[in-house]
Structure formats: C-alpha cells, structure tokens
C-alpha cells in the first residue's frame, strides 16, 4: 500500500510540473504571439509612411525607408507622435538629409550644433537615424519643461508660435494621409 501512494505521489508531482511547464509554454508562446503582432504592425506603419515620403514628397524608397523606421523608433522611444515627427523634417528640410541652414543647422531636423554641444558632439547630423534621434530627443526635453505643452515645446524648437502652429497643421495632414492610405489599401 505504502508502494502505491509513493508512486501515486510521484505521479502527481510529476503532472504537476508537467502542469505547470506547459502553462509556462503557453504564456511563452502568447506574448511572443503579442510580440510578433506588434512587430508587424510597426512595420506595417513603417512601410505606409515610406511609401507615402516616396509618393508625397519623391523620397527613394530606400531612404524613405531608413527615415519612417528611424522616426517610429525615436517617437516609441520619446512618447512622441510620428505624425509630429514627420511634420517636423518636413517643414525644417522637406526630407533632405544634407540640408543646411542658418546657425549651421544641420539635417532632417535641422539642428544646430552650437545649440546643443553636449547632445551632438559625437554624432553626423547627415545621418537620417542620428539626427532623428537627437531633434527627437530635444524635443522631448523641451515637452517636459513644458509640461507636455506640445504647442509651447514646438516653439521652443522651432522659435515662433508660427512655428508651433505650422507644424500642428502640418501634423494633421500627416496623420490624415496616412490614415487615407489605411482605409484605400483595406478597400475602404
């Protein structure tokens, strides 16, 4: 008797891990299923982005690529809507990597060394990810002074109210186009 309820008890510690293995699996295999959802659905944003910079404003396909993924990554990173990013680079350099302005601004972003040294010291502002990352970054900083005042960190940036307002309308032409393509590439 004593037999069978050592082996019974082993049994039933053995289900147990058994048990709880493939519950383990499971909550595995369901947030790698969550993972994988939102990785296609980032670069289904990603590509819808590049293709309307390729079609709206003759970005090669390439680089249009290369700036929709750095400026999804960078407005992950910073809390910050892509649409604003997009209107940002759209505005300062029309999505010309190599523009140039005044103060030595530099970039998609157009940033200006002199004002940011510590920030900029080590990066090419030509870049499309490095200047992203960094105009990204400042303005981030520039949304926390003002307490995610959107309309006060854009004229921090950009130094008018004009600015600030450029740039919300812009936004919105941004994110209505891309809703656009949304809805005529699901046949709507």
Do not use: W
Not at 31 to 58: M, Y
Not at 60 to 67: D, G, L, S, W
Not at 125 to 138: F, H, K, Q, V, Y
Not at 141 to 149: E, H, I, P, T, V
Request: proline share 3%; net charge positive.
């Amino acid at each position: 008797m004593r037999r069978l309820l050592v082996t019974f008890a082993a049994l039933t510690i053995s289900l147990s891990t058994a048990h709880t293995a493939f519950a383990q699996e499971s909550a595995l295999a369901a947030a790698s299923d969550a993972s994988v959802q939102q990785d296609t659905k980032a670069q289904q944003e990603i590509h819808k982005i590049s293709e309307f910079l390729t079609r709206k404003f003759g970005v090669a396909r390439e680089k249009a690529q290369t700036i929709a993924s750095a400026v999804m990554s960078s407005a992950s990173k910073y809390s910050l809507p892509p649409t604003l990013l997009l209107a940002i680079i759209s505005i300062e350099s029309r999505f010309k990597e190599t523009t140039r302005g005044p103060n030595n601004a530099t970039g998609l972003m157009q940033m200006v060394p002199s004002a940011h040294r510590k920030l900029v010291r080590n990066i090419d502002l030509t870049d499309p990810e490095d200047n992203i990352e960094a105009g990204s970054a400042i303005l981030h900083d520039y949304m926390k002074s003002a307490q995610g005042d959107i309309d006060a960190a854009l004229k921090n940036y950009g130094g008018s109210r004009a600015y600030a307002e450029k740039v919300s309308l812009r936004a919105k032409t941004f994110k209505h186009a891309t809703s656009a393509d949304t809805a005529s590439a699901s046949g709507q």
